[in-house]
Protein backbone atom coordinates (compact mmCIF):
# COMPACT_ATOMS: atom_id res chain seq x y z
CA UNK A 1 0.00 0.00 0.00
CA UNK A 2 2.80 2.18 0.61
CA UNK A 3 4.66 1.43 -2.76
CA UNK A 4 1.20 2.20 -4.39
CA UNK A 5 0.64 5.36 -2.68
CA UNK A 6 4.75 6.49 -3.57
CA UNK A 7 3.94 5.93 -7.00
CA UNK A 8 0.93 7.86 -7.51
CA UNK A 9 2.57 10.84 -5.58
CA UNK A 10 5.40 10.53 -8.13
CA UNK A 11 2.86 10.17 -10.86
CA UNK A 12 1.23 12.92 -10.18
CA UNK A 13 4.59 15.77 -9.30
CA UNK A 14 5.56 14.45 -12.63
CA UNK A 15 2.13 15.07 -14.84
CA UNK A 16 1.97 18.76 -12.80
CA UNK A 17 5.74 19.58 -13.83
CA UNK A 18 5.11 18.25 -17.59
CA UNK A 19 2.04 20.13 -17.63
CA UNK A 20 3.57 23.50 -16.65
CA UNK A 21 7.25 23.07 -18.75
CA UNK A 22 4.23 22.85 -21.23
CA UNK A 23 2.66 25.57 -20.88
CA UNK A 24 5.46 27.49 -20.42
CA UNK A 25 6.75 26.80 -23.52
CA UNK A 26 3.95 27.37 -25.69
CA UNK A 27 2.97 30.84 -23.99
CA UNK A 28 7.42 31.17 -24.95
CA UNK A 29 6.18 30.59 -29.08
CA UNK A 30 3.05 32.52 -29.06
CA UNK A 31 4.90 35.87 -28.69
CA UNK A 32 8.33 34.85 -30.31
CA UNK A 33 8.36 36.86 -33.56
CA UNK A 34 7.61 39.70 -35.46
CA UNK A 35 4.06 40.49 -35.84
CA UNK A 36 2.33 43.01 -39.26
CA UNK A 37 -0.54 45.14 -38.50
CA UNK A 38 -1.68 47.81 -41.18
CA UNK A 39 -3.61 50.64 -40.68
CA UNK A 40 -5.98 49.70 -43.64
CA UNK A 41 -6.79 47.14 -46.36
CA UNK A 42 -7.56 49.31 -48.76
CA UNK A 43 -7.22 53.20 -49.91
CA UNK A 44 -10.06 54.29 -51.98
CA UNK A 45 -9.34 57.24 -54.06
CA UNK A 46 -12.66 57.70 -54.90
CA UNK A 47 -13.07 59.88 -58.64
CA UNK A 48 -9.44 61.53 -59.30
CA UNK A 49 -8.65 63.45 -62.69
CA UNK A 50 -6.42 62.15 -65.26
CA UNK A 51 -2.76 63.46 -64.37
CA UNK A 52 -3.20 63.87 -60.37
CA UNK A 53 -1.11 62.47 -57.90
CA UNK A 54 -1.29 58.41 -57.63
CA UNK A 55 0.35 58.04 -54.28
CA UNK A 56 -1.51 56.82 -50.97
CA UNK A 57 0.23 55.22 -47.91
CA UNK A 58 -0.66 52.27 -45.54
CA UNK A 59 0.65 52.28 -42.22
CA UNK A 60 3.00 49.67 -41.33
CA UNK A 61 3.39 48.38 -37.36
CA UNK A 62 5.07 45.77 -35.49
CA UNK A 63 2.70 44.40 -32.63
CA UNK A 64 5.61 41.46 -32.13
CA UNK A 65 8.79 41.27 -30.16
CA UNK A 66 11.42 41.34 -32.69
CA UNK A 67 12.03 43.25 -35.39
CA UNK A 68 9.85 43.10 -38.55
CA UNK A 69 11.45 42.93 -42.16
CA UNK A 70 9.88 43.61 -45.26
CA UNK A 71 11.60 41.37 -48.12
CA UNK A 72 9.50 42.52 -50.72
CA UNK A 73 6.48 44.41 -51.87
CA UNK A 74 4.82 44.08 -55.09
CA UNK A 75 2.27 46.00 -57.45
CA UNK A 76 -0.37 43.40 -59.09
CA UNK A 77 0.91 45.32 -62.13
CA UNK A 78 3.79 48.06 -63.86
CA UNK A 79 1.07 50.90 -62.94
CA UNK A 80 0.71 50.32 -59.04
CA UNK A 81 4.44 50.93 -57.53
CA UNK A 82 5.02 50.12 -54.09
CA UNK A 83 7.64 51.89 -51.84
CA UNK A 84 8.38 50.42 -48.87
CA UNK A 85 10.38 50.74 -45.44
CA UNK A 86 13.85 48.65 -46.35
CA UNK A 87 15.08 48.98 -42.68
CA UNK A 88 13.62 46.50 -40.12
CA UNK A 89 10.67 47.98 -38.04
CA UNK A 90 11.37 47.24 -34.60
CA UNK A 91 9.05 46.17 -31.88
CA UNK A 92 6.27 48.86 -31.49
CA UNK A 93 7.03 51.29 -33.88
CA UNK A 94 5.71 52.02 -37.13
CA UNK A 95 6.75 52.89 -40.99
CA UNK A 96 4.86 54.16 -44.11
CA UNK A 97 4.82 52.36 -47.13
CA UNK A 98 4.16 54.59 -50.16
CA UNK A 99 1.91 53.00 -52.92
CA UNK A 100 1.96 55.19 -56.34
CA UNK A 101 -0.56 54.21 -58.98
CA UNK A 102 -0.61 56.12 -62.93
CA UNK A 103 -2.98 58.19 -63.13
CA UNK A 104 -2.60 58.55 -66.85
CA UNK A 105 -4.93 55.61 -67.34
CA UNK A 106 -8.42 56.97 -67.69
CA UNK A 107 -10.96 53.93 -65.60
CA UNK A 108 -11.29 51.75 -62.46
CA UNK A 109 -8.66 51.45 -60.48
CA UNK A 110 -8.30 48.15 -58.46
CA UNK A 111 -5.09 46.87 -58.05
CA UNK A 112 -2.84 45.31 -55.27
CA UNK A 113 0.01 45.02 -53.45
CA UNK A 114 1.34 41.95 -51.90
CA UNK A 115 3.69 42.42 -48.93
CA UNK A 116 6.07 39.69 -48.10
CA UNK A 117 7.89 39.42 -44.47
CA UNK A 118 9.02 37.88 -41.53
CA UNK A 119 5.69 38.16 -39.68
CA UNK A 120 4.52 35.17 -37.76
CA UNK A 121 1.04 36.27 -37.76
CA UNK A 122 0.95 36.94 -41.71
CA UNK A 123 3.98 36.47 -43.92
CA UNK A 124 2.22 37.44 -46.72
CA UNK A 125 -0.24 40.17 -46.88
CA UNK A 126 -2.43 41.72 -49.10
CA UNK A 127 -3.75 45.66 -49.44
CA UNK A 128 -5.78 46.99 -52.21
CA UNK A 129 -6.52 50.21 -53.89
CA UNK A 130 -9.32 51.15 -55.69
CA UNK A 131 -10.83 54.49 -57.01
CA UNK A 132 -11.69 55.73 -60.92
CA UNK A 133 -9.59 57.91 -63.14
CA UNK A 134 -11.52 60.29 -65.11
CA UNK A 135 -10.45 60.87 -68.57
CA UNK A 136 -10.48 64.93 -68.07
CA UNK A 137 -6.46 65.49 -66.69
CA UNK A 138 -6.38 67.52 -63.88
CA UNK A 139 -5.53 71.41 -63.67
Known amino acids: MKNLSLSLGLFLVAA ?23 DKDVHDY ?31 CGCTVPDWPREPIAPGQSAKMKVTYDTNRPG ?26 TATPAN
Open 46 to 76: GTIAKGSDGSCYFTITNNGDAPLTITRAKGS
Open 16 to 38: FSMNFVSTANSEDTALAGAEIAL
Open 108 to 133: PINKSVTITSNATNAPTKIVRIKGNV
